[in-house]
């Protein structure tokens, strides 16, 4: 393979905002519900990679012979890969498609075909479009994939510079599974790795850590029983970060939640938070496993998990730097490295003067 643009590529990221802007110079598309895909194409030699640059291609047999039939022979593609069941779109159907066996694979790709949905051009040909802005690589996004029609599996994204629009599909489309909004800065190059994007969606969500759980109260030694998840965020020095508590399941989910945790128990000495183990009283971090005026005769004491694994969890809003209320698990990320989970993706609350809300704004 010998492409302008070559693996790995980090994809650019966004930020979230709450409700659509309404500025110039903003380019709107859908927001697609599936696995970031970055697509190589040289010939009959295709590459697909992941969100944080691991290779997706082996699970997607199908979308490889698709983008032989349907992509121009020399192509670099940033989209999505999604799964449609009905009319929509199944994160969790999609999930399943990553499996280490070759013969699950292959019948997945059969019962469960993926999609792949283009919305951003890297390199055409011999040319690189890194570094062009937007405007100028939707263009010729346009032009070499204008003539994909609505069969797939291969699709161009829609796209408006209308904010009202833009509205009425953050509202429509939701219906489909789709997760929401994306605004992108029409001037803006293809920044890897850089949250240049907005995003809008329906409920604020964050990718965060699993680093330890708490057993539940009902929890006996015939049949262990998970509490609540601790969550972990890394700020921007690299240290990862108390969140808060992910705690409402199932009693049979509590149980396989158990045991499914077990392979990443540590020593506390082991984890990122065995720094903490000094403080035993009430402190200004909110430290888990310590005292706090709220928590005075409760068991704070938690299993430390090697932060491996990360979990997209749904949250009302922050207080300082952690979930004010427990956040509601929504699904395993298995695209996601631990450490790209940061600060960063949450939505930033402006700040305003609690003296001008309280004299009614005079």
Partial sequence: MDLPV????????????????????????????????IVFRDGDEVELTSRNTKPLTRYFPDLVEAIKRQLPERIVLDGEVFVAVGDRLEFEVLQERIHPAKSRVDMLSEKTPAGFV?????????????????????AALEEALGGLGAEGPCYLTRTTDDPAEADRW??????????GVVAKPLDAPYQQNARVMLKIKHARTADVVVAGYREHKNSTPERRLLGSLL????????????????????????????????????????????????????????????????????????????PERVVEVGYEHMEGRRF???????????????????????????????????????
């Fill in 231 to 306: 969550l972990g965020l890394y700020d921007d020095e690299g240290q990862l970060q108390h969140i808060g508590v992910s705690a409402s399941f199932t009693e049979k989910r509590r149980a396989e939640l158990h045991d499914e945790l077990q392979p990443l128990v540590c020593d506390i000495q082991d984890h990122p938070w065995g720094r903490w183990n000094e403080f035993l009283t009430a402190n200004p971090d909110r430290v888990p496993g310590t005292q706090s005026r709220w928590s005075q005769g409760k068991d704070l004491s938690f299993v430390p998990l090697r």
């Fill in 324 to 362: 004010r209320h427990t956040a509601q698990f929504k699904r395993w990320r298995p695209d996601r490295d631990p450490e790209s989970c940061g600060y960063a993706q949450l939505e930033e609350v402006v700040s305003y003067d609690l003296g001008e809300v309280l004299s009614g704004g005079h």
């Fill in 118 to 138: 283009a919305f951003d051009l890297l390199a055409l040909g011999d040319e690189s479009y890194a570094d062009r802005p937007l405007h100028e690589r939707r």
């Fill in 170 to 179: 953050f509202e429509q489309f939701e219906g489909a599974g789709l997760d």
């Fill in 6 to 37: 070559m693996p790995p590529v980090q994809p650019m990221l966004a930020k979230s905002v709450k409700g659509v802007p309404t500025q110039e110079g903003l380019l709107f598309e859908p927001k697609w519900d599936g696995f970031r895909c």
